[in-house]
DNA sequence: CCTTGTGTTCTCCG
DNA sequence: CCGGAGAACACAAG
């Protein structure tokens, strides 16, 4: 499940590998994978250049070097962006791979039979996008289209809007859960299931607390939970709980620092005490009875 | 049956 | 009756 931090780790491995890069072919496997019209996805990609990557809670957008039009990628749960070297051409016309790890190719090869689109450059790179679920999408928009499309995220973590202030008035005359709300990506972007309960473990707060009934001292302690989970977490190059690769087929090393998601019935590990599972906003949830209050 | 991100649809409340 | 909030459902495959 890519969240902020999976997404954010892909959007700076990517700038390192695909920009200015002339988009040569686009193969689309599964048209469900492409939203809008098809024709003009591949119209406008093809012989485009990448100019730059941006990330908007876990959506990321690619800016288009024709000056006009994004390409817009979201993974949903199971997506995957992988990018493979091109093979180089050498005497005698035979080709040879470039810099592949051999653990990575068997890595991938589960996940390639998933392949939904497949985008050559001009060095004859692809980049994958695989999606088991075929939740994820591609599409392609002008600069109209992004600017409706960034409108419906939340402030975003790690900006100069996120501010404590700010951030507690998200909760202000709100009924629902802590947890609905840190999943609302129109409220805040970029949090999902894994970090949520992550959050609230760190924050000592029940994730199915009422947003009404947070003291100010929860919030403070949510937000710089917030901070200090996201930037541990890219730190670490994301959480690969089932299928999260970054672009280079690699799993994410915040798996290990996961405290309750994924643990429910084990032992917490500040208090020892068994973490209690519960269904809360529809979702899994894995929190410590007695550490979060 | 379970897993989850988000768009859509339904329901409730004032 | 309207608007908004929040809850519930739909989707997909293993």
């Known amino acids: 499940m890519p969240e902020l931090p999976e997404v954010e780790t892909i959007k700076q491995d990517l700038r390192k590998k695909i920009i ?7 193969e689309v496997l599964n048209k469900k994978t492409i939203h809008g019209n098809k024709q003009a996805f591949l ?20 800016e288009l070097k024709d000056g006009n039009n994004f390409l817009f990628v979201h993974l949903k749960m199971t997506g995957q962006l992988v990018y493979k070297k091109g093979k180089k051409v050498v005497a005698g016309g035979h080709s040879e791979e470039w810099g592949k790890k051999p653990q990575i190719i068997n890595e991938l ?3 390639d039979k998933y392949a939904r689109v497949i985008i050559t450059f001009e060095d004859n790179a692809k980049l994958y996008f695989n999606d088991m679920r075929v939740f994820g999408y591609m599409k392609t928009g002008d600069k109209t289209a ?9 402030v975003e ?3 100069k809007g996120f501010t404590l202030n700010n ?12 947890k609905a709300i840190l999943l609302n990506q129109k409220l805040i972007a970029g949090i999902g299931n894994i970090y949520a309960d992550e959050i609230c473990f760190r924050a000592g707060v029940r994730p199915d607390k009422k947003a009404s009934n947070l003291s100010k001292q929860d919030l403070n302690k949510l937000y710089e939970a917030i901070k200090y989970i996201f930037k541990k977490a890219i730190e670490n190059r994301g959480t690969t709980f089932n299928n999260y690769v970054d672009s280079d087929g690699n799993k994410g090393g915040f ?18 005490k068994i973490l209690k599972k519960i269904r809360l906003v529809g979702r899994g949830t894995v929190f410590c009875s007695y550490c979060q209050r």
Do not use: D, M
Not at 20 to 26: G, P, Y
Not at 169 to 178: A, D, G, H, M, P
Not at 255 to 272: F, I
């Open 20 to 26: 200015n890069k002339k988009i040569v072919e686009i």
């Open 43 to 62: 119209r406008i990609l093809k012989g485009n250049k990448i100019k730059s990557i941006e990330r908007v809670g876990k959506l990321i957008i690619f």
């Open 109 to 111: 090869a589960s996940f």
């Open 146 to 154: 992004r600017v409706e499309i960034i409108k419906g995220f939340g």
């Open 157 to 159: 973590p790690f900006t």
């Open 167 to 178: 951030f507690a008035n998200i909760f202000k005359n709100r009924k629902t859960s802590l």
């Open 255 to 272: 798996t290990k620092y996961l405290k309750v998601y994924g643990r429910g019935g084990e032992a917490c590990k500040k208090c020892k």
